[in-house]
């Protein structure tokens, strides 16, 4: 299996700012994702973070407002940007192990806006 | 589009059994998963069954698929209190990198 961290755990912040969050993979990957999961909600899938080109949103997300960086195969950054109060959920990274079958999350990051 | 769906509540006293069930509608689903989150953390893949599969038995947890009807189920035998969570049921397509996941069961053991 692989072991995923992912920084900070949680964060308090203002309106109308950034975060950037982290997530470190023990092993190389081909694919990560990232994660919404709204308070007391199911997860939805913002979008894949692609190594080496443009991460790949899904419906209703947009790069403007979620930029993810993947600069290895073991890292990716997801910017939570211009956020408001509806923007409080977990985001959780995510990775395809390497035999396809199975998908790892990490411990995800609680974020809340005020 | 695809969807996946649980029942939102399980209630069971400790020692019984515990049937969590999750119906889908994508015939093409090639990989069932079931995952547990417990209050504050992270999800954990508990177990996962191959569609080709009826059966799949890890420990106390068994997992059955009934392809035809379109019907996962989770059975967790001898249910403690630290299996207290929500548990999620999702599906892949062997061909879509993305997971779909329903809306969770949460399980309270009574005493």
């Known amino acids: 299996s692989a072991v995923i961290s992912q920084k900070p755990s949680r964060d308090i912040c203002q309106r109308g700012t950034s975060l950037t969050i982290q997530c470190q993979v023990d092993s190389q990957v081909t694919m990560m994702f990232w994660y919404r999961q709204q308070p007391g909600q199911s997860l939805t899938l913002i979008a894949t973070a692609n190594q080496g080109s443009e991460a790949t949103y899904e419906s209703g997300f947009v790069i403007d407002k979620f930029p993810i960086s993947r600069p290895n195969l073991t890292f990716s950054t997801l910017t939570v940007s211009n956020m408001s109060p509806e923007d409080s959920s977990i985001y959780l990274c995510?990775?395809?192990?390497?035999?396809?079958?199975?998908?790892?999350f990490g411990p995800g990051t609680r974020l809340t806006v005020l | 589009g695809e969807d996946v769906e649980q029942s939102l509540f399980l209630s069971v006293r400790e020692g019984d059994s515990s049937v969590i069930n999750c119906t889908y509608t994508?015939?093409?689903?090639?990989?069932l998963y079931w995952y547990k989150q417990e209050p504050g953390a992270g999800l954990q893949l508990l177990t996962y069954i191959f569609s080709n599969m009826d059966m799949k038995q890890d420990q106390r947890l068994t997992v059955l698929l009934n392809k035809k009807d379109k019907h996962l189920s989770l059975r967790i035998a001898d249910t403690q209190t630290g299996d207290s969570a929500i548990y999620f049921c999702?599906?892949?397509?062997?061909?879509?990198?993305?997971?779909?996941f329903g809306s969770g069961t949460r399980l309270s053991i009574r005493p």
């Open positions: 999702a599906e892949r397509d062997s061909s879509a990198s993305k997971i779909i």
């Open positions: 995510s990775v395809l192990a390497a035999d396809r079958d199975t998908q790892y």
């Open positions: 994508d015939s093409s689903s090639t990989y």
